[in-house]
């Protein structure tokens, strides 16, 4: 079993950054991939970003590729999620998920493990 849990979320304007942080409970955090989801109000939870478990690859969402860095620190047990140039269309609740598989994952379905979300604000 593993817990997550975010932090770092809050309100910011447009145009500014906000980096989130997740904390997992697992000595094995190094075998897991991490992925960040988001789920704005109204709207189905969607794929951010995703890591592998080395550090060495990630993935982006198209909306946020160039604007948000997915980064982990294994001997932290903690993955991050860097987000710059903010925009009102990122408020969400932000969640980070751990999958079992070594390699990342898109698909909710391969993350059998969630946080509880942290919410973004972003005031146009």
């Known amino acids: 079993q593993v817990q997550l849990r975010e932090s770092g979320g809050g309100l910011v304007q447009a145009g500014g950054s906000l980096k989130l942080s997740c904390a997992a409970s697992t000595r094995t955090f190094s075998a897991y991939a991490m992925g960040w989801f988001r789920q704005a109000p109204g709207k189905a939870r969607e794929f951010v970003a995703a890591?592998?478990?080395?550090?060495?690859?990630?993935t982006y969402a198209d909306s946020v590729k160039g604007r948000f860095t997915i980064s982990r620190e294994n001997a932290w047990n903690t993955v991050y999620l860097q987000m710059s140039s903010l925009e009102s269309e990122d408020t969400a609740v932000y969640y980070c998920?751990?999958?079992?598989?070594?390699?990342?994952?898109?698909?909710?379905?391969?993350?059998?493990?969630w946080g509880q979300g942290t919410q973004v604000t972003v005031s146009s």
């Open positions: 890591i592998h478990w080395s550090g060495g690859r990630t």
């Open positions: 998920a751990a999958s079992r598989l070594g390699t990342y994952s898109l698909l909710e379905h391969d993350y059998p493990y």
